[in-house]
């Protein structure tokens, strides 16, 4: 037998266990798919799988959940509780679990979104269908005062072109299908303007007060204002001066008629 000294049998038993280690099957660390082809459909059917603080994650049947912006709409800035509102109002008309429809808008989806739609919640709806029925999730967050315009209308009073004809102008900028969607749209946001309902009505009341800022200026300017005053300055009578005047008058004598000729 051959005798193993203390270093010897730790030379071995690493020599057994890197032999072990050499034999065992390599891990790969396989990077996360995050790459996603959407189909080109104008209409696309999904599942709610996450409600985020703007936008609704779906799944579409594609390798990836895709994260959807909702078209048009955005949050209010009003107050301090637009974005709760708007995250709430996300979670409540298309809950996690929900069926739903996405028209594809036509548009930039922005960043951290593959996509901007128009979200409807009927799932009985195929996804190739002509239209979809009832009002979209965009439209009911605006008619529901949680959400505005991404492009403000002017709502002043004072506002030069009435807002029909501002809408008409609106919608015949955008192409299909927002263009179709507009003017429901800017129905819904008038709805909750005039009832002040959620967060814009916060918008509302600061442009009542606008607008009653403004009146009050043009009235003060309207109004017609006094002519300038003028002084008119009498010039005071001297006094009497100390000096005293006392006229005599003397009748004269009576001339004879030959003075008159110088012939007496």
Not at 30 to 57: E, F, K, Q, W, Y
Not at 168 to 176: E, G, I, M, S
């Amino acid at each position: 037998m051959v005798p193993v000294s203390r270093y010897g049998r730790v030379l071995v038993i690493a020599t057994a266990v890197t032999g072990f280690a050499g034999c065992a099957p390599e891990s790969i660390d396989r990077p996360p798919v995050t790459a996603v082809h959407i189909p080109d459909a104008a209409r696309l059917a999904g599942v709610v799988t996450a409600v985020g603080d703007d936008d609704l994650v779906i799944d579409i049947g594609t390798a990836r959940p895709v994260t959807v912006a909702l078209a048009q709409v955005t949050v209010t800035n009003c107050d301090a509780d637009g974005a709760a509102a708007f995250a709430e109002g996300l979670g409540a008309l298309a809950p996690v679990g929900r069926a739903v429809i996405l028209v594809r808008a036509n548009g930039s989806a922005g960043a951290g979104h593959d996509l901007t739609a128009f979200v409807h919640t009927d799932a009985d709806l195929a996804a190739d269908a002509a239209a979809p029925v009832g009002a979209s999730v965009n439209e009911e967050l605006l008619r529901t005062g949680r959400a505005g315009l991404r492009s403000p209308l002017e709502r002043a009073a004072t506002a030069a072109v009435p807002l029909e004809d501002q809408v008409a102008a609106r919608a015949a900028t955008l192409p299909v299908p927002d263009r179709d969607y507009f003017p429901a749209l800017a129905e819904a946001e008038t709805t909750a303007w005039a009832s002040g309902t959620g967060p814009i009505g916060a918008c509302a009341r600061r442009q009542e007060e606008l607008d009653r800022g403004r009146a009050a200026v043009a009235l003060t300017t309207a109004q017609p204002q006094a002519p300038p005053s003028e002084t008119v300055t009498v010039a005071p009578t001297p006094p009497p001066s100390g000096l005293h005047l006392e006229i005599t008058v003397q009748r004269p004598s009576r001339v004879r008629p030959c003075e008159r000729f110088d012939r007496c």
